[in-house]
Structure formats: structure tokens, C-alpha cells
């Protein structure tokens, strides 16, 4: 059967799965709605945690960025899976104790304060807005393929799948979907690993296979290395960003894993503490599979694609190449008229989003108009580099069609997760504890779901027009959360001096210098009608590690000011020293 026949038939089962699961699940309280009833079993949980976890970023862009920036992108796996750690050993437990179900909520309640609560309400949304926008790109980026249309189309066909699982299930219907996404995710991700590190290795485990050697007993890596230099690009296995950029980075991907919403919430669908823990240990367990097999496919990916395409002529190349080519996500200019695809370093076009006419060239390809006038250029878009890797391996039709399901899986499982958040910060944390505390539990529900809605259509049109690519946008969303929450948390938790005062100053410098930065730095929006030059970052820090210094600002405006005002109530400095002990904990409150 053909790729598409295939394609149709997986995502096709894959679909009816998650629909299934969501009528089922679907959710009949607020409490069902926000925390799945608190009855999720912890194996149950630690899947869905890891499919809420391991979103569109980890299943396609990880590997991707890896595959293009080599050693820099090890800051991505680091951060990520430092991050994780983090949370579920330093914060989840507590927060589980405390019984507060959103990051809203605790901090209103730690802090005593509504102004804090809504704060921390404006924080979420935008976190959870700029992660969510990359998951959108990702689930464009597939449906783009599978379907052959434009990534735009692919991103509201998205909107609408993705909204059916959060609309009818809430937290209940998630996660029983992401369990069965995070199975197809992974399966869907390995295989054709296995397969690869086989066909160009000999060895099955993709891991060791990366450190193994070809046909001629060359090593891959040194392989690798070599392809790089002989095209002008710097060796693979070495970097070129500082030692400061690559800690800040690396910091601010954890730090903002801790503060990330749609997370936390999963520590609540446990019955107990002891529960949270298991589930958070067994999560750990099931993202490491795909986290250590992602450096090998990113180096499978690169050195495939350099073989594949540098240096063939344009009609001879595979079937794959000009598919991707009319999605918009690969491209190729023919300047000097040899019909011949060169890929090399210092291209006019590399790392821009091609701009096409509506015109082909003598050889058929499809003509851009911001290509440079005197070179053979190559463009492909790093969000592809898993999806495309099969087909570049010439591996079975059926594994082509396996990932196209499995990328779907992972971008809509963390999509529905963060709208989740979305929605229960403004019904909940808004009108239900703020502008209308009398509201009935269903009308409640209702605010619910006509925030999901709302969610939806704002993630979807962020999809479209996003600061960059997948992995670039979620980075963006953890420094917002770096620069917002994990200040006021991790202060909440471990310093009975915070008061509000200080939780609400920290927050507001924090998350403001980090969106300045950010929109200067990425869109161009501030002073300037294009995103300012990496030569004029502060510091010499990125824009995905400046979360790192917002942070830290956060910390000190938060301590300065809380020891210059009155120290909370004695009630709250209690209720601080009992949630550090491990003991005499129950269930999340039901609201």
C-alpha cells in the first residue's frame, strides 16, 4: 500500500481511539473537569504525564534542532530533562500537599491576595498561549503532509480535533486519551529508529548505534563531522555558542518546567501524595525512553539528509523531497542554472522561512524570491527532520505513516493539556474564586468550556504567524514561565518571609523584562520593524536562555521588596511550615 494509504489507515484508528476515549471520559463536575475526579491510577498518570510532557517540541523539533545545531542543541535535552527532576522532586509534592490544583490558585491562596491571584492568571495565559502556539505549528506541520495542503490549513484542522478532546472531557477525557497518545507517540518514535540504527549501523538500540560505526568501519559521528566540514559548516560534535548562553539556556528550561501550569495540575488526578510521587518517578521512566534515542535520530536525520540531497540533481531527486517542497517546508534555488541541489554553509536562505512565487523553474522546483541572485541554495524547515526521516531511510511505507500518527499524538496531547489551563484559569481562577464566587458548579463548567473555545481559535491563529520554530516557540513559552512562576513558587514553598508584596513585584519586573526581550529579540515589534541581531543580545544571552536573568531579577525585586513590608499573617507562615511535612496529607480539594 501506498504512504498515504497507510497515513490514512493509522491516524484513521489512532483518531477513532482518542475520540472513543473522550465520550467515554467525558466529564460531569468541575472536578472531573480540572483534575479527572483525583482517581487517575499512578501508572495511568505517569503516561499521561509523559504525553503532556513530551509535546510537539520533544516528538518533532527536538531532534530536529539537534540535528541542525549538533552540539548546541544538547541545551534542549538538559534543560528538559533537568527540568522534570526538578519539578517532581522540589515542587510537586508540596504543591500536591498545599491542594491547590492551578498555579493561580496556590499563589492566591499562599499570598493572600486576589491581586496576586490574577497576576498570576495573566502569567499562565501567556505561557500557556506562546506554548500552545507551537503545538499548533506542530500539528500543521503534519496534517500539512498527510494531507497535502498548506501548513495553515493543517494548523485549523488541528483546532478543530483538538478542541473535541478538551471541549467534551476536560481532565478526565485527557488524560485517558494521552495515555493511549502517549503509546502510540512512542511506538511511533522508536520504531523507526530501530530500524535506522540498523540499516546504517548494525546495531538495534539507536542509542549505541549512534557511537557505532558504518560500512567502512568509520565511526558515524567522525562520518558526520567530516560531511560537515567538506560542505563549510563547523563540526557537528562541536559548538559555537558560549559557555554563558548554554548555561542560561539550559537554566531557564528547567527552571520554567517547574512553573509550567499544565504540569503541575497532573499531581492533582492522583488520590494521594504517595500516588503524585510514583506517578512523577514512572513519568521520568517513560520520557527518558524517548529523550536518550533523540540525539540518535537527529544524527541519523543530518547525515541521511546531506547524503540524500547535496550535490543530486534536482530531477532525480527522491519522491519525499518534492512532497515536502509543496507543503512550503523545503526549498531550493537554482541560480546558476546547473539543475543541481548544493547545500552548503553562509546560504542567503538558511534558517529564513522561504517566500514562493507562483512560479516554476526550468527543472520544476518551485521558485522563492528571497533566495540569494548568485548561489544554489537549499532550505528545509527543522520541524521535519523526524517526520522526513523514514522516508529519506527508504524505510517501509507503514513506519512513514506510523510517525505522521505519532507526531499528531504528541502535539495534540499537549495541546489539549495546556487549554485545559487556559480554560481553568479563567473560570476557575477569574470568575469563579473573583467576579462571581456563587457560581453553580455547572455554570461553572459552562465558563469552562466556553474558555476552551475562546483558547482555541487565539492558539490557532499564534500557530499560524509563530516567532519561529517549534522547539524555538515552547523555549520561549518555558522562559516566560521561568521569569513568572518559579520564583513565586519556589519562594512560597521555602521562605515564610514572602509575602505578597513581594510575590506580586517579582512577578510583574519578571515576566515583563522577559516578554520586552522576547518580542524584541524575536519579532521586531519594540522600536524596530525587524527582530534585533544576536550581536546587540544583553549579555550575550538568547532570547530562549534570557528567562534566566528575568528569573533571577524576579528573585531579588521578591526578597528586596517582601523584607521591606509587613511579613504575611501568622496563619499563612503556618500553613507554609506544615506543607514541608511529608506526612498528614489528603486528597485535592474538590471546588
Known sequence: MSVQTWTWILVGITFA??????????????????????????????????????SAASFISMAGIISFTGYDG???????TGGYVLLALLLAPYLRKFGKFTVPDFIGDRYYSNTARTVAVICALLVSFTYVAGQMRGVGVVFSQFLQVDINIGVVIGMAIVLVFAFLGGMKGITYTQV?????????????????SMQMTGNIIPQIGMGGTVEDGTFL???????????????????????????????????????????????????????????????????????????????????????????????????????????????????NGDGKIQYVAG???????????????????????????????????????????????KLPNWVIALVAAGGLAAALSTAAGLLLVISTSISHDLIKKQIKPDISDKGELMWARIAIVFAVIVAGLAGIKPPGFVAAVVALAFGLAAASFFPAIILGIFDKRMNKQGAIAGMVVGISLMLFYMIRYKT?????????????????????????????VNVVVSVVVSRMTPAPPQHVQEIVENIRIPSGAGEAQSH
Open 74 to 80: 544538547s541545551v534542549y535535552l538538559m534543560g528538559w
Open 347 to 393: 546560504s542567503a536562505i538558511e534558517g529564513k522561512k522561504p517566500v514562493y512565487t507562483k512560479e516554476r523553474g526550468t527543472s520544476g522546483e518551485r521558485l522563492i524570491s528571497n533566495a540569494n541572485d548568485s548561489a544554489n541554495e537549499l532550505y528545509v524547515d527543522r520541524d521535519i527532520m523526524v517526520l522526513a526521516n523514514p522516508e529519506i531511510a
Open 524 to 552: 521586531g515589534l519594540i522600536g524596530v520593524m525587524d527582530a534585533r541581531p544576536a550581536s546587540e543580545w544583553w549579555f550575550g544571552t538568547s532570547p530562549e536562555g534570557f528567562g534566566t536573568v528575568a528569573m533571577l
Open 17 to 54: 481511539l482518542y475520540f472513543g476515549i473522550a465520550i467515554w471520559a467525558r466529564a460531569g463536575s468541575t472536578k472531573d473537569f480540572y483534575v479527572a475526579g483525583g482517581g487517575v491510577s499512578p501508572l495511568a498518570n505517569g503516561m499521561a504525564t509523559a504525553a503532556d510532557w513530551m
Open 221 to 335: 559521528l567522525d562520518k558526520l563531522d567530516a560531511l560537515h566540514t567538506q560542505l563549510g559548516f563547523k563540526e557537528y560534535t562541536d559548538g559555537s555558542k558560549s559557555t554563558w548562553d548554554v548555561f542560561a539556556i539550559t537554566l531557564a528550561l528547567m527552571v520554567g518546567t517547574a512553573g509550567l501550569p499544565h504540569v503541575i495540575v497532573r499531581f492533582f488526578t492522583v488520590p494521594k501524595v504517595k500516588d503524585a510521587r510514583k506517578s512523577a518517578g514512572l513519568a521520568l521512566l517513560f520520557i527518558a525512553i524517548l529523550y536518550t534515542t533523540a540525539p540518535a535520530i537527529a544524527v541519523f536525520a543530518r547525515t541521511n539528509l546531506i547524503e540524500t540531497v547535496s550535490g543530486t540533481e534536482y530531477t532525480e531527486v527522491p519522491g519525499w523531497f518534492k512532497n515536502w517542497e509543496d507543503t512550503g517546508l523545503i526549498a531550493w534555488s537554482d541560480k
Open 180 to 196: 493511549a497518545q502517549y503509546c502510540v507517540l512512542i511506538f511511533a518514535f522508536m520504531v523507526p529508529a530501530f530500524f535506522i
